[in-house]
């Protein structure tokens, strides 16, 4: 095999000085002619490439030149990558080196580039090949900055990763819902010897005028411990899940949101001086400071009160939502539940005394952790995919389809073949078995109903008391067998409809009816005998378990006692009271009918006559005693049913 002509260190070093020059001159070409008179293959000058750049910035941050060097180095390996000459991966190799070689400031001025470039790191040439070398620079970077001191460049950067990465990237998400635990915070716990005096203080603080007008007051310590242990819940709600550490929370959140509802901030606001020019500028800290000397003016900021009602907020969403990686025992209970929902109000309610703007603080809060519901739910989905992908047959044109004949045309076309075709073997077999649906819905073998012969005969049989059969092994007692035959005798017999009479018992149950029925087509049937049923001895009907007959006189007599009188209804509507609604519903009274009794009236007896005279003229005869006991005792008024209604 023939050794490589390649000559690595000549071409990295031709390639530098020619890197060099461009930088001076802005001529890109210069650049990629220097790269095609180089011998060698296309893998090996990009080699090599690659490699010059990172020299010839190496030399630019030995020399501590300005990022102004550094930027048009990096833009020329963009030039370089469009051009073919270059890795994709050689920019982003660039800005790391830079960023791990000068200072913070520097860092800083050189990121300013990165976010204005955005739409070029996602261009199809660089996104594959860079995404990963951006979010390990970022991370590396976010590393080496102080949380406390570069805040905003720190926020700079997640910015950066969010406008990068696509909205449904994984890369930046916490899918398991991981907790943050190694976020301690540390405070006193040391007891101390009676409250602290603002006196106690040291001295060599130095406050703004007019802070320390609210820190006459002795601090107390039970609350400062209580105050600062509840940071150890939210860094991990899944404590609030046991019931010793639910206690404790519930204990502990008591009492500062107390302290926050008895301490308004309208008057410590009033009494600062007026004379300082206004200022746009916001202070904020990235980590609480514990001392217990600077508790009383923490609890008097309106922005330091604004964090810990928000933390609030988080863990209260945090433990009422289902989130898929919550473990089986991470449920709450139906009082837990109702304290979440009771003080959520109670902190949007402090939220909105804390001036300035409370009002449109805690609705922006609100809005926000309204959306964080959907992501939640997103996440809980597997995070899928917002970018709908356009099917691959999207763009072909459907081939157009022959119009479908009716089905009175496909009647004209066929009836001289005498088949129609209905689109199915099986459909065209059925519809031209006959050639008219009417004959054929006619025919003898599409009579289903039997007889009344054939099917009671076996019920016939077993009624004769000679067959010995057992009531219980009866046909009748089947409840199949019953409401077939139900329906035969609606169709076919004249027995089915009867009025009730003196003489005609009125029947309890299906079975006794149906051998009534048997019996009485057993004397209507020729071929079957009286003298087979063995009926010669009487029915007893009025005695009968089965049967139960009433003559006229009772009947007037039951339908009298059931008439509700005048003075029950007054003596109802005397013992109601507020319970006329409660007994309306169950007289079946809408909402606006009760409305309207209410309006109407004003005072609860007129109330109640109103309501039970509404019932009556809606039911006329149908309102009854028995309906109106019934109602009564279904509302739980049963006092009233024993001393007004009752048969005594």
């Given amino acids: 095999m023939a050794a490589s002509t390649f000559d690595f260190l000549n071409a990295r070093q031709t390639f530098s000085v020619s890197i060099q020059e461009v930088c001076q001159t802005n001529e890109t070409d210069q650049l990629k002619t220097q790269a095609t008179n180089v011998d060698g293959s296309e893998a090996e000058k990009k080699v090599a490439l690659d490699q010059a750049f990172r020299d010839v910035m190496m030399n630019l941050v030995i020399k501590e030149s300005d990022c102004a060097h550094f930027i048009t180095l990096i833009n020329l390996s963009i030039e370089a990558v469009h051009l073919g000459i270059c890795s994709p991966a050689t920019p982003f190799l660039l800005l790391s080196d830079v960023f791990e070689s000068v200072t913070i400031n520097t860092c800083d001025k050189v990121f300013r580039f990165v976010e204005d470039r955005v739409n070029t790191w996602k261009s199809n040439v660089l996104y594959t090949s860079g995404k990963n070398y951006l979010l390990r620079m970022c991370n590396d970077l976010l590393r080496r900055l102080s949380k406390s001191q570069d805040t905003v460049f720190c926020g700079r950067i997640q910015l950066f990763l969010a406008r990068f990465f696509p909205l449904d990237e994984k890369s930046g998400l916490n899918l398991v819902s991981q907790f943050h635990l190694d976020n301690v915070t540390s405070f006193n716990t040391e007891p101390i010897n009676g409250p602290l005096k603002s006196e106690d203080k040291d001295e060599a603080m130095e406050f703004e005028e007019g802070e320390m007008a609210s820190s006459s007051s002795p601090i107390d310590y039970q609350l400062y411990r209580k105050f600062w242990a509840l940071q150890d819940y939210f860094r991990d709600p899944r404590q609030c899940y046991q019931k010793d550490k639910w206690r404790v929370f519930h204990r502990y959140t008591k009492a500062v949101l107390g302290a926050f509802s008895s301490l308004k901030l309208d008057d410590v606001s009033a009494s600062k001086t007026q004379d300082e020019p206004p200022t746009d500028k916001h202070v904020f800290f990235a980590k609480y400071l514990t001392s217990e000397k600077l508790y009383d003016l923490q609890l008097s900021d309106s922005t330091f009160r604004r964090y810990v009602l928000l933390q609030f907020l988080i863990l209260f969403q945090y433990l009422n939502q289902h989130v898929k990686f919550k473990g089986v025992e991470h449920v709450l209970t139906d009082d837990m539940t109702s304290y979440i929902k009771n003080t959520t109000e109670t902190v949007y309610e402090i939220l909105k005394e804390t001036s300035p703007g409370g009002e449109e603080f805690a609705k922006t809060i609100q809005h926000i952790l309204e959306r964080e519901e959907h992501w939640n739910m997103w996440k809980n989905e597997a995070c899928p995919s917002y970018i709908r992908e356009q099917p691959v047959n999207a763009t072909a044109q459907p081939k157009p389809r022959a119009r479908k004949r009716s089905l009175g045309e496909e009647l004209r076309i066929n009836t001289p073949n005498k088949k129609i075709d209905m689109g199915s073997p099986e459909l065209t077999r ?80 299906v079975p006794a009816y149906l051998e009534l029925m048997v019996t009485k087509l057993a004397k209507d049937m020729p071929q079957t005998s009286t003298e087979e049923l063995k009926t010669e001895e009487p029915v007893d009907v009025e005695n009968d378990d089965l049967l139960k007959g009433e003559d006229d006189d009772t009947i007037t007599t039951l339908e009298k006692s059931n008439i509700l009188l005048e003075e029950q209804v007054d003596a109802v509507i005397a013992r109601l009271g507020d319970n006329w609604k409660t007994l309306a519903s169950e007289l079946s009274l809408t909402e606006d009918e009760i409305t309207i009794i209410q309006t109407e009236n004003l005072e609860v007896k007129e109330q109640s006559k109103a309501m039970i005279t509404a019932w009556m003229n809606r039911e006329g005869d149908q309102a009854t005693r028995d309906v109106l006991t019934k109602a009564l005792m279904e509302s739980g008024l049963n006092d009233i049913v024993e001393s007004v209604l009752s048969d005594n």
């Fill in 430 to 509: 059925l519809w031209n078995i006959c050639p008219d649906n009417l004959d054929a819905c006619r025919a003898e073998n599409r009579m289903f109903i039997p007889s009344l012969e054939d099917y009671f005969e076996e019920a016939i049989d077993q009624a004769d008391p000679g067959a010995m059969i057992e009531q219980e092994y009866k046909v009748v007692n089947n409840s199949n067998f019953a409401w077939c035959a139900l329906r035969l005798l609606a169709r076919r017999s004249p027995y089915f409809f009867q009025t009730i009479t003196s003489t005609q018992p009125l029947v309890k149950s």
